[in-house]
């Protein structure tokens, strides 16, 4: 069997779906160089894709095209003779023996989130891959909700969940300095980009009720014209901290009271797993994805409660150890149910059938 996959997300800005796709093929890479497994994996890239660190699949630049031309007709092509691999919420409308991840049903939940135009091509393409694809998804939260908007048969949906392996890593302590950070003062941390899903309004209103000594840090892209002129305490309690390296966050994440993650809508979530994996509490909204992933490792709150989220945070702050030793070794329990070499078997393991059903074992 050979397995092409669709590398056109090494062109996109890494996002959730962007850091599954690269750590899937980052542990299909290390089965392969293992022997692990027969299949003969090959990465195709849209011209000038960055590689990956790779030890034994081929990466091939392939044709001239980009983004969902190069995608539905010079990846389609060249993939012809095997299966493919799509892990990014895309892929060719018309392949014999296809897999496609597809992360969650947001733009049918939140259309209002994006652009009509995506909304519009996004809608085409699920439907269009629900017809023609084997289906993987990352929880069995989305899988209902795909089953829900476009009408599949859970059974036949695959559910191949995110990890968080690549966030245990060095940390990088110059970012204390870098953000203005003092060892005596209390931070919270919030990792996600700037969405209305998101909910990031709201762990910064609730710094109104902080003492002025405790601080936020918001990392990932962010709008001071959004959040901190709307806040109602001194802007000097929030650090937005914009992009920051995997060390740097790792930092963080270590030093910090808890990671706030406070969406309203997540097919997955990955920041409470990496939280867990750095030994970092977490205060998690009470959805039913966030239950999926997190169990009872988190300390929920209602994500419209602002009171109930203020209470959790002053909790963290007044811990003296006990409560924090608690949540984290729930934490480092939790981590272990998910890992990207078993995800990554899930998907081969879907991609050997869709190869028989081809005719291409």
């Avoid at 050979?2 to 779906?17: A, D």
């Amino acid at each position: 069997m050979i397995v092409y996959i669709n590398g056109r997300f090494r062109q996109q800005p890494l996002t959730g779906i962007q850091r599954y796709a690269s750590q899937i093929v980052l542990a299909l890479d290390a089965l392969v160089a293992e022997g692990a497994t027969a299949a003969t994996c090959r990465l195709l890239l849209p011209p000038g894709a960055p590689r990956l660190p790779l030890r034994a699949i081929e990466q091939v630049e392939h044709g001239r095209l980009h983004g969902h031309l190069w995608e539905q007709l010079e990846f389609a092509r060249a993939a012809r003779d095997g299966v493919a691999l799509s892990l990014a919420a895309s892929g060719p409308f018309r392949h014999p023996a296809h897999v496609a991840v597809i992360h969650d049903a947001a733009i049918y939940r939140l259309p209002g989130n994006y652009a009509r135009r995506y909304v519009l091509l996004h809608r085409l393409i699920d439907r269009a891959l629900a017809h023609s694809a084997t289906i993987a998804t990352v929880s069995n939260f989305s899988r209902g909700e795909l089953v829900r908007w476009l009408g599949l048969d859970a059974a036949g949906i695959v559910v191949a969940p995110n990890s968080a392996e690549h966030l245990v890593t060095a940390a990088d302590e110059r970012i204390f300095a870098k953000l203005g950070l003092a060892a005596d003062r209390p931070f919270f941390v919030t990792l996600g980009s700037q969405t209305h899903s998101k909910n990031l309004q709201l762990p910064v209103t609730a710094m109104a009720a902080m003492p002025a000594t405790a601080q936020l840090v918001m990392v990932g892209q962010v709008d001071p014209g959004v959040y901190a002129l709307r806040a109602a305490q001194p802007p000097r309690q929030v650090i937005l901290a914009g992009r920051l390296s995997d060390h740097e966050i790792v930092a963080l994440l270590r030093r910090a009271r808890a990671l706030i993650f406070p969406s309203l809508y997540e097919g997955f979530g990955i920041p409470p797993l990496e939280a867990f994996g750095n030994d970092c509490p977490v205060l998690a909204s009470d959805i039913a994805p966030i239950r999926e992933v997190c169990g009872d490792a988190a300390a929920y709150f209602d994500p419209h409660d602002r009171d109930a989220l203020i209470a959790l945070m002053r909790t963290a702050l007044a811990d003296t150890g006990d409560w924090r030793a608690e949540r984290t070794a729930h934490g480092r329990e939790r981590v272990g149910h998910f890992s990207w070499t078993r995800s990554a078997g899930t998907l081969l393991a879907a991609c050997a059938d869709a190869a028989v059903r081809a005719g291409r074992a």
